[in-house]
């Protein structure tokens, strides 16, 4: 067994919690706006959601990326497999090729309507932090994570490429919920390749032309080339979070999570025209 498949598992965890208190520390200290709702009564909600959701995806999807990548390596339909091809040149363009993937899959997560309604529940958040990073409805997880393993195995990365990919997605998803402001020198300048909090905030705004911008999920450039770009929010000033008639105390609740999507009637699309 590769040494990936081996550490994968107390890698992912131990980033996973090592980031989301470092994040969470972070903006505790330093918080880029008040909170807006009671953090125990948000961070309930989320935590009950996210055990919910790692259960269901654990029992519907039993392989990881890393180990799809492994049992591709040798395929003769990989694109990034050809051992002609310099190893780090292969290992650059699956992180970036993958990180394209999550920018595709967002998107269409507000271009379909049936999609958007599943992933209305991210979005419902009345408020923004670290603990946004995994409010996400157990189905859009798996379908998510079922289109990313369908990528990993067309492209046929390098599996320790797929494994890096993995981890920076951990730290950027809450990197990029974090309630925190960065000095205005740091920011401009880690905008021009990464997705930042301010970024990302811009996305959860209530106004729905902002919500179909910035979906990028580590690299920026992606929206850059997509058009979907967006420097600061349309009205100037903060951003209001959260969907419009639903910014209240019902939305935090793991019953309005879990059957939010089947029985409402979400709108049509937020992808913008072409």
Excluded at 140 to 151: C, F, H, R, S
Excluded at 156 to 161: E, G, I, M, S
Aim: aromatic residues 12%; hydrophobic residues 50%.
């Amino acid at each position: 067994m590769p040494w990936m498949m081996r550490l994968e598992g107390a890698a992912y965890w131990g980033v996973f919690v090592g980031v989301f208190l470092a994040v969470a520390v972070w903006e505790t200290w330093r918080p880029g706006r008040p909170p807006g709702w009671p953090v125990e009564r948000r961070w309930g909600c989320h935590g009950m959601l996210f055990v919910v959701t790692t259960i269901v995806q654990t029992a519907v999807l039993r392989l990881s990326a890393v180990a799809v990548a492994v049992a591709v390596a040798g395929s003769r339909w990989g694109i990034l497999n050809k051992p002609w091809h310099p190893f780090a040149v292969r290992c650059a363009a699956a992180i970036l090729l993958l990180d394209l993937a999550h920018y595709l899959t967002h998107r269409a997560f507000h271009a379909a309507s049936p999609l958007w309604r599943i992933h209305e529940v991210h979005h419902s958040d009345p408020d923004y932090d670290v603990s946004t990073g995994v409010r996400f409805h157990p189905v859009e997880t798996v379908l998510t994570q079922a289109a990313y393993l369908a990528v990993v195995a067309a492209l046929a990365p390098p599996p320790v490429a797929v494994f890096a990919a993995e981890l920076i997605t951990i730290l950027m998803n809450f990197f990029v919920h974090a309630n925190v402001g960065l000095p205005g020198w740091v920011e401009r300048a880690m905008r021009l390749v990464i997705v930042t909090p301010i970024l990302h905030r811009i996305h959860h705004s209530e106004e729905e032309v902002e919500q179909s911008r910035n979906f990028g999920q580590t690299f920026s450039f992606w929206d850059r080339a997509f058009g979907t770009y967006l420097t600061a929010p349309n009205a100037g000033g903060s951003v209001v979070t959260g969907i419009k008639g639903l910014q209240n105390a019902a939305s935090l609740t793991l019953w309005f999570a879990l059957s939010s999507p089947f029985r409402r009637k979400g709108r049509t699309t937020t992808d913008p025209a072409p």
